[in-house]
């Protein structure tokens, strides 16, 4: 009997050690897998990354770290899910520096006027001495077209960090497109004055591309690619302007970038969405049919190649490319474009009722309602 009692006091003591242990178990495993993805998201390994943060999730779903990680992997693919991560950051750890980032955001995937933006940058209030403050109400006055605001801010920016090229830049880029001609020739001489700075390239480029002035971007992108801080979308920016161009060196670049986008699933997808931009569609899809099966189907590639054939009316083929599997993050999204394919192959009850499962995946987020609205409204619905 003593025996018995010994072995029964044992296995609860065991039983409670597991217990108490659990929580720290649990603990360590969300910080290395944290750090892991991290790690792996500073490496430019966006796959691992996007695997560890998710485990990280499923143990806390209010890792902030992880969280962040997704907000980033988002914004690689061009994902409104991006904003959904950062406000999710904002409310875990409701920092200053937090509620800004969110309202950067916003004032990427919002629509005019930009009211999330608005509000947290209203909320937070005017800080005369926080130039991330000055700097995201400047994009805002901008996006809004209250140039004189936009300045405004930008020169508080600068005489709070006035050894930063970068504001100084940033006013430039505004004066360029100055009205008067003076003003814009005058910010023109001072960013080519900076020709070394791939920032001051990059607005010169935009600037002439905008004009449908190839021969003069095309100087500056060559330029800016031999920078070697230069990146993959300025080489995405050099196939536009050689296509703008008409110019002879469009192909064998093209081939160069599907070369090195053949192994990176988020460079495969800029580079299919730039050409259905460009009305090279069915070139994109033609190459994405090229590259291993597993990696046609690893987000967020179906998303651009649903572009492609969106904008080609390719709807049979979309419809089976929509229905092959589900968009982790943004299947709201898949369940409208397949609402349009059914629709403009006449299923229209079909139609109705993926139009039904969009609304309740995208309900629970204003930000993923927005994007839905945006899309029925382009639409003309």
Known sequence: MKKIIIVAVLLVVGAVGVWLGLPAYRAGKEKKFAAQAMAALVNGENRKALLSAQQVLVLNSNNVTACRV??????????????VWRRRVAEIEPTRSNKLVFAASALRYEQPPFPMAAQTLTELGESTNEVAFQLVSAQLALKQNRIADGEKHLQQAIRLEPANESHRINLGVIRLE?????????????????????????ALLVHHTSRRRFAEAEQYSA??????????????E???????????????????????????????????????????????????????????KEPPLPV???????????????EE?????????RDF????????????????????AHWRDALKLAGERPELLGSLAQMANAWGW
């Open 333 to 352: 999204m898949r369940k409208a474009l397949l609402t349009f394919a059914v629709r403009k192959q006449g299923g229209t009850d079909a139609a109705a």
């Open 238 to 296: 050099h196939l536009t302007v050689l296509r703008g161009a008409q110019s002879p060196q469009f192909d064998p670049f093209l081939a160069t970038l599907q070369r090195d986008a053949a192994t990176n699933v988020f460079a495969a997808s800029e580079l299919v969405t730039r050409l259905t931009e460009l009305g090279a569609a069915t070139n994109a899809v033609d190459w994405v049919k090229s590259l291993p099966a597993a990696m046609q």
């Open 178 to 202: 100055s009205r008067d001609p003076a003003v814009a020739a005058v910010a023109r001489a001072e960013l080519e004055q900076r020709a070394g700075n791939a920032q001051a390239l990059r």
């Open 304 to 318: 651009a190649v649903a572009s492609a054939y969106f904008s080609t009316a390719r709807w049979r083929e979309l």
């Open 70 to 83: 997704m907000a980033e992997l988002a914004d690689l693919s061009r994902s409104p899910h991006a904003l």
């Open 321 to 329: 490319l929509l229905n092959a599997r589900e968009w982790p993050e």
């Open 223 to 236: 330029a800016l690619l031999k920078l070697t801080n230069s990146a993959w979308s300025d080489k995405l």
